[in-house]
């Protein structure tokens, strides 16, 4: 179950990245909140 969970989070957050337009700088902070809550997120189900 940790696994699939931990593929679900992967999957959702390279789906953002992937989708993301990187036009400006906030485009950027933007990007590095989502890799942070990504991080958080996989911290908690581990």
Same mark, same amino acid.
């Given at each position: 179950? @940790? &696994? /699939? =969970?931990? +593929?679900? !989070?992967? /999957? +959702? %957050?390279?789906? /953002? !990245?992937? #989708? #993301?337009?990187? /036009?400006?700088? @906030?485009?950027? $902070? &933007?990007?590095?909140? =989502? $890799? &942070? =809550? %990504?991080? +958080?997120?996989? +911290?908690?189900? #581990?």
């Amino acid at each position: 179950p @940790q &696994d /699939k =969970n931990k +593929e679900r !989070l992967l /999957k +959702e %957050f390279l789906e /953002k !990245l992937a #989708s #993301s337009d990187i /036009k400006d700088i @906030q485009d950027i $902070i &933007d990007l590095q909140q =989502n $890799i &942070d =809550n %990504f991080i +958080e997120a996989l +911290e908690m189900i #581990s």
